[in-house]
């Protein structure tokens, strides 16, 4: 299909639309904004779509030529009337309720067949199977055919392929990896899909907010000056994930993972190290050769993530 095309990232933290045009005009223009969680069930969806138009403006493009969209979402995903839905921990306040401090009781929100009315052609992937396809194009995991993409952002996501086959599930939800359960330790680690325990009520960007009293960006910021608790804090929430990316590794027998997120990319550098040291070494049968790298597509994975969902 020609003519300029819509990529949509949704997160549970921002929304990014870019347009970009034809095949190889590259990006058009690109928007970002706070991803809405008040208002109805449509709230999302509606601003999605006006974010595309505003997009189009930007760009000097009449809306209605934009006919095609990917749109790149965080999960899970229900199916609701017959389409996709969101049935996202960090943004429905109904699934785990009051006690996770979402201003809203969604339970899902529709997605897929408001879009549809909107697009002749819309393709919806959970936002790390994309990623897992556009690292798998473009970043650091051409040319392997047993890899991972792991984002550490507002929620933890994981993109899965094996043998060559990008696995996706019953409903597109396969590498919900953030809500293995690791925990009984700590009952205020309360995840928005009502798990208390799981990675993703342990260490995700909001998780860390919640439990530590500090934005991670400054919890990072104080570990990497060494101050102690900080410091401790850090190495207890990389031992979570490192332990789920070992995990991964030895279940699925992965060549490399690439990694991914706000989290972790603002500080890559220095946690990379501290993940790789909950690989590498243990069970060497089946993690010797095995690589965690930074993703290749770095900050823009999300907006690939999407693009790849177009071509």
């Avoid at 949509?8 to 639309?17: E, F, N, Q, R, S």
């Avoid at 109805?40 to 505003?54: G, K």
């Avoid at 009781?105 to 002749?120: I, K, N, S, V």
């Avoid at 597509?297 to 999300?302: A, H, K, Y």
């Amino acid at each position: 299909m020609g003519g300029p095309r819509a990529c949509i990232d949704i997160g549970g933290t921002k929304v990014a639309v870019s347009l970009v045009g034809a095949q190889g005009q590259g990006f058009l223009a690109r928007r970002v904004a706070p991803t809405v969680t008040s208002g109805t069930p449509l709230a999302l969806s509606a601003q999605v779509l006006q974010m595309v138009d505003e997009t189009c403006r930007e760009a000097g493009v009449a809306p209605e030529a934009v006919q095609q969209a990917g749109v790149a979402s965080c999960g899970p995903f229900v199916l609701h009337q017959g389409a996709l839905a969101l049935a996202a921990p960090n943004l429905c306040g109904g699934i785990a309720g009051p006690a996770r401090g979402l201003p809203n009781d969604w339970t899902c929100l529709p997605l897929e067949a408001p879009l549809r009315e909107r697009f002749a052609s819309v393709r919806v992937e959970n936002d790390c199977i994309a990623a897992l396809e556009a690292e798998r194009r473009w970043g650091a995991l051409q040319g392997l055919d047993h890899c991972a993409y792991v984002t550490w952002s507002t929620g933890i996501g994981v993109g899965l392929c094996v043998d060559g086959h990008v696995l996706r599930g019953k409903n597109g939800n396969a590498g919900h990896a953030g809500h293995l359960y690791v925990s009984d330790d700590d009952p205020q680690a309360l995840c928005g899909c009502g798990n208390r325990g799981d990675v993703e009520a342990l260490v995700a960007g909001n998780a860390l907010q919640r439990r530590f009293g500090l934005p991670p960006a400054a919890l990072m910021a104080q570990a990497r000056s060494g101050e102690p608790v900080a410091l401790a804090q850090v190495d207890a929430a990389c031992r979570v994930m490192g332990r789920m990316l070992y995990n991964l590794v030895v279940t699925l027998d992965l060549q490399r993972i690439s990694l991914g997120g706000s989290v972790y990319w603002n500080h890559h550098d220095w946690l990379l190290p501290r993940l790789r040291s909950h690989v590498h070494g243990h069970l060497v049968a089946l993690t010797q050769g095995a690589e965690l790298v930074s993703a290749g597509l770095g900050e823009r994975v999300g907006d690939y993530a999407a693009l790849a969902l177009l071509d």
